[in-house]
């Protein structure tokens, strides 16, 4: 099998993208509502195809247990892939309530925890997957 037809690995390219557009919507210094919706959306894609990608590298490693996002954050913290298991976690729960967050506080709340801490979690994630794609 090559590298190419490993799950995680396809997984990882779109998770990439995501990224790239993730970091293109932070660099809009004041974004109207509409931007801030596009960021959000980038965050909610980004972290979907984050914990999907952890996923499928955990079972690619044997773990074959991994169902549920809690699940990944934990086997991957577990296991050094990501280093703040309770900023994983906020950030997941803070992700569920994108899509029932219709109050601009709230939005704002989220796009800042996006911008100082949810991004480097990500972006991490993101070189972590990149080293080993290069062992």
Not at 7 to 22: G, P
Not at 95 to 115: C, F, G, P, Q, V
């Amino acid at each position: 099998m090559s590298q190419k037809d490993v799950r995680w690995i396809q997984r990882f390219q779109n998770f990439a993208k995501a990224i790239a557009f993730l970091e293109d919507a932070l660099k809009i210094k004041n974004p109207d509502l509409t931007q801030k919706a596009g960021l959000i959306q980038f965050f909610e894609l980004s972290f979907e195809l984050a914990w999907n990608t952890m996923k499928d590298f955990l079972e690619n490693q044997g773990y074959s247990e991994i169902k549920s996002p809690r699940a990944a954050i934990k086997k991957g913290f577990e296991l050094n892939l990501i280093h703040d298991g309770h900023a994983w976690i906020e950030l997941m729960e803070d992700r569920n309530l994108t899509s029932h967050t219709y109050d601009e506080k709230e939005m704002d709340r989220i796009e800042a925890s996006i911008r100082k801490k949810y991004y480097p979690l990500l972006k991490n994630l993101s070189e972590e997957f990149r080293k080993i794609q290069k062992k």
